[in-house]
């Protein structure tokens, strides 16, 4: 089968075409043909060489595909081929055909489109496990999303509104702005033209957010907390804007009760993992089929064009997610 694989660690022209072996499902695994292949930004990560795969999954890129079932292990029930899914991987989705852990597969409702539905299980499974899990995200909450007009912002302002939230968000310019209040944005914010913290404060008489959703990292979070209420929760899940060390106020956090978390998604255990794609697929999977949460999918591009699927994501061009077509 075909696979883009990464030459030799550096830029979007690293990664090429390959022959690769076909996929063996183990007993608990599934044989996903490929319909899609969501790009994200650790894939970016991983071509340039800062973020290998985990040991023992495909050392090319892509975490997320859509697709149908073409073969399943001796241990796996409830699935048969030609049925309509989309996983959550470790790695290896730039291909045409894939293994996966049963455990990590979501069915694809019909109102879905196949190929869409390849930019939700990372963004999905990333946002809700953050919300829901260090972001202890209730109804009736405020919530403010950074980069609302990203792969994982975008779905994560669809999941706050959901829950019942009132959901603040991020984006650069009108246009992108009017978009993420679509998808369920409350306050949105020029981040090339405003100040986050002022806009937040004004629009919550002083009070603040719940809890912030940041993609940034470090040198944005004194700024989070400053927009972050009494008892607040950030969950840093991103480095945007670098990786340098960030000084917390340790006086203010302890007088405002507030909470600083940070997790990956990629690196965890396959139980772990499998929980969180059970948890979605219970908590969120539903609001597919009443249109609460939908797939915002900004460019379909031919697995042989992965290059420029990486070079768009660098520049920001895209609303949403990039998507690899084999």
Request: glycine letters at 12%.
């Amino acid at each position: 089968m075909l696979a883009v694989t990464v030459r030799s660690p550096g830029g979007p022209e690293q990664l090429v075409v390959t022959e690769v072996p076909d996929p063996v499902a183990g007993p608990d695994e599934v044989v996903v043909e490929v319909a899609a292949a969501g790009v994200n930004r650790a894939d970016l990560l991983q071509r340039a060489g800062h973020y290998p795969s985990p040991p023992g999954s495909p050392s090319w890129p892509g975490l997320e595909v859509s697709g149908t079932v073409a073969r399943a292990g001796r241990d796996v029930h409830g699935l048969a081929v030609g049925d309509r899914v989309c996983a959550l991987l470790a790695g290896g989705g730039y291909a045409e055909r894939v293994a996966v852990p049963a455990a990590q597969l979501l069915p694809v409702p019909d109102e879905v489109d196949l190929v869409d539905a390849a930019g939700l299980p990372e963004a999905v499974c990333t946002a809700w496990s953050n919300l829901a899990g260090p972001g202890r995200l209730t109804a009736g909450e405020r919530v403010l999303v950074h980069g609302g007009s990203g792969g994982v912002g975008s779905v994560a302002v669809q999941l706050a509104a959901a829950a019942g939230c009132w959901v603040a968000t991020t984006a650069g310019g009108p246009d992108r702005g009017a978009r993420c209040r679509e998808l369920g944005a409350d306050l949105v914010v020029d981040h090339r033209a405003e100040d986050f913290v002022e806009r937040v404060l004004a629009a919550t008489d002083g009070d603040g957010v719940d809890v912030v959703l940041d993609v940034l990292g470090g040198p944005a979070l004194d700024r989070n907390l400053a927009a972050l209420a009494v008892d607040g929760r950030v969950v840093v899940i991103g480095l945007l804007e670098g990786r340098e060390p960030a000084t917390l106020d340790l006086d203010r956090l302890m007088r405002r009760r507030q909470t600083v978390a940070a997790t990956t998604l990629r690196g965890r255990p396959a139980a772990q993992k499998a929980a969180i794609v059970a948890q979605v697929a219970e908590q969120v999977w539903p609001w597919l089929s009443d249109g609460r949460l939908r797939p915002v999918v900004g460019a379909r591009l031919p697995l042989a064009d992965a290059a420029d699927a990486h070079r768009a994501m660098a520049a920001g061009e895209v609303f949403g997610k990039v998507l690899l077509v084999p």
